[in-house]
T-cell receptor, first 120, second 117 residues
Framework: GAVVSQHPSWVICKSGTSVKIECRSL??????MFWYRQFPKQSLMLMAT?????????EQGVEKDKFLINHASLTLSTLTVTSAHPEDSSFYIC????????????????FGPGTRLTVT | AQKVTQAQTEISVVEKEDVTLDCVYE???????LFWYKQPPSGELVFLIR??????QNEISGRYSWNFQKSTSSFNFTITASQVVDSAVYFC??????????????FGTGTRLLVSP
């Protein structure tokens, strides 16, 4: 159980275009989803936290207008990289947590397989 | 502010050797959680363990063991009799206790483990 998928797994786009990445919790409903970014051979950096039905909370230094996050349901969050540029090329990973309806707090984050974005 | 330090950038061992990955953390919270994740070349993060700050018992799971020492703010990870399949990047992470809502993970910089045959 607790499977998180991401689509697409990799994408190549031209500079100036927008790319949407989907994160889905397949067998559970998550109240909270996180978006991370990982540059080659570096650690994961949290970009934003999104709770279902509310606006995402962005980390310092992350451009809200460039990285649009929508968390419309308990099983789906999307990250849209708008007007992508080569410096946006990275590995984007989502995680889902906070099982909806759980009677006890749950602390696990379940990670998706990641999406590799290359902007040419 | 929370911080996780993994001083070892890369470790190379030969198969069957034991290897310990170090993790030192900083937090002002009295209640917190520590994690270890494995990231193989495919990129997907694999959860290994979660430990809360009140449980200092060491844990063993097969060839994996963890040593949590609150006195030194360390949460080290040992792989016994390493195998080639253990080659990956290992991340240590820290989060506050989710008193109000879900808390974010703070990751260390990772340790790349290379196990050669």
């Amino acid at each position: 159980g607790a499977v998180v998928s991401q689509h697409p797994s990799w994408v190549i786009c031209k500079s100036g275009t927008s790319v949407k990445i989907e994160c889905r919790s397949l067998d559970f409903q998550a109240t909270t989803m996180f978006w991370y970014r990982q540059f080659p051979k570096q650690s994961l950096m949290l970009m934003a936290t999104s709770n279902e039905g509310s606006k995402a909370t962005y980390e310092q230094g992350v451009e809200k207008d460039k990285f649009l996050i929508n968390h419309a349901s308990l099983t789906l969050s999307t990250l849209t990289v708008t007007s992508a540029h080569p410096e946006d090329s990275s590995f984007y990973i989502c995680s889902a947590g906070g099982l909806a309806g759980a009677t006890q707090p749950t602390y696990e984050q379940y990670f998706g397989p990641g999406t590799r974005l290359t902007v040419t | 502010a929370q911080k996780v330090t993994q001083a070892q950038t890369e470790i190379s061992v030969v198969e069957k050797e034991d290897v310990t990955l170090d993790c030192v953390y900083e937090t002002r919270d009295t209640t917190y959680y520590l994690f270890w994740y494995k990231q193989p070349p495919s990129g997907e993060l694999v959860f290994l363990i979660r430990r809360n700050s009140f449980d200092e018992q060491n844990e063993i799971s097969g060839r994996y063991s963890w040593n949590f020492q609150k006195s030194t703010s360390s949460f080290n990870f040992t792989i016994t009799a390493s195998q080639v399949v253990d080659s990956a990047v290992y991340f240590c992470a820290l989060s506050e206790a989710p008193s109000t809502g879900f808390q974010k993970l703070v990751f260390g910089t990772g340790t790349r483990l290379l196990v050669s045959p």
